[in-house]
């Protein structure tokens, strides 16, 4: 019986056509070529940051290593300020995304819930999104607040985003039925009560998309200790990056004066060809290990957000 059942199967199996193969080939070859284009810069720095540095200045790193070397990451452990402002990332992420999923989550079963004003209120959000007051009325803002200059800007600044507070409200409204609200409050529950004992336990989906989503952007985020950071032991890693690069392309010789335990000028110049290399692979370390963790809860967050709410 399970055998005519295969034979059915392969029978009424629709055939590729000529046309349809023709299209899977090219379109196979096409993202094969895109797939390229994007890994091979990155293979690129790799390669690099483990070759000598005057194969890397000389462009002799092409596809593998050249005389394999670690002196690039030696100089940049000897780094201290690049230590400080990892740990320092680590604090304003870890304490920023856990701000950022709690105030997100409180905030979008408020709005998923109805009350008198909440279309005036869901377009005042939405506005946001879409239009600000501008760099400088913030940076005037912010400076009021007392919080230039203060490691608190990289936790408050950005605690909302706005997209991710649709998408935690989509799934509120979607993914938890209107009747176990109505069946709590019968129970006397009042509404911390309800979002406590049942809304967040039924939200460790969307708990993990948003962690995922403001750990990225939290980690990545360099512009706002370029404006409101001066101090630069409370800088964040991809600030610091930013400024060594930057440095190394403007002058490599400034920025060998970076190292001042290497004696000898020309090998600091040597070095500092290399070491912007092993600073990117260094601080994008971190964020590749969460890409690769929880990758499938990108998925469940565009899926969710797909869901008109």
């Not at 046309?19 to 070529?33: G, Q």
């Not at 070397?69 to 870890?94: H, K, P």
């Not at 799934?171 to 009747?179: D, G, H, K, L």
């Not at 020309?266 to 929880?294: D, G, H």
Request: hydrophobic share 50%.
């Amino acid at each position: 019986m399970s055998k005519d059942k295969k034979n059915g199967a392969a029978r009424n199996k629709i055939k590729d056509t000529t046309s349809d193969r023709i299209f899977y080939t090219v379109n196979m070859i096409i993202w094969i070529i895109i797939l390229v284009i994007v890994i091979y810069p990155l293979y690129v720095v790799m390669i690099s940051s483990v070759s000598d540095p005057y194969a890397v200045s000389r462009g002799e790193v092409l596809f593998v290593p050249v005389d394999f070397s670690w002196v690039g990451y030696e100089a940049i452990f000897e780094y201290s300020q690049l230590w400080r402002s990892y740990l320092n990332s680590i604090i304003y992420t870890v304490t920023g995304t856990l701000l950022s999923v709690i105030v997100t989550l409180t905030m979008a079963y408020g709005l998923s819930r109805r009350f008198l004003g909440k279309g005036i209120f869901n377009f005042l959000v939405v506005f946001t999104m879409f239009f600000s007051g501008g760099l400088i009325p913030t940076f005037l803002w912010m400076r009021d607040l007392g919080l230039y200059n203060s490691p608190w800007i990289m936790i408050l600044m950005g605690v909302v985003s706005v997209w991710n507070l649709m998408v935690a409200r989509t799934y509120i409204q979607t993914s938890i039925p209107n009747e176990l609200y109505e069946a709590a409050s019968i129970d006397g529950a009042s509404h911390f009560q309800y979002f406590f004992k049942v809304v967040l336990p039924l939200s460790a989906t969307i708990v993990a998309v948003l962690s995922v989503y403001y750990g990225v952007s939290k980690w990545n985020d360099y512009y706002t200790g370029l404006v409101y950071m001066s101090d630069q032991k409370i800088l964040p890693l991809q600030t610091v990056l930013r400024q060594i690069l930057a440095t190394l392309n403007y002058n490599a010789s400034d920025f060998a004066e970076m190292f001042d335990d290497m004696q000898n000028q020309q090998e600091k110049l040597r070095i500092a060809n290399v070491v912007k290399y092993c600073a990117i692979i260094v601080s994008t370390v971190p964020a590749v290990v969460l890409y690769l963790f929880m990758q499938k809860y990108f998925v469940k967050g565009v899926m969710i957000g797909s869901i008109k709410g």
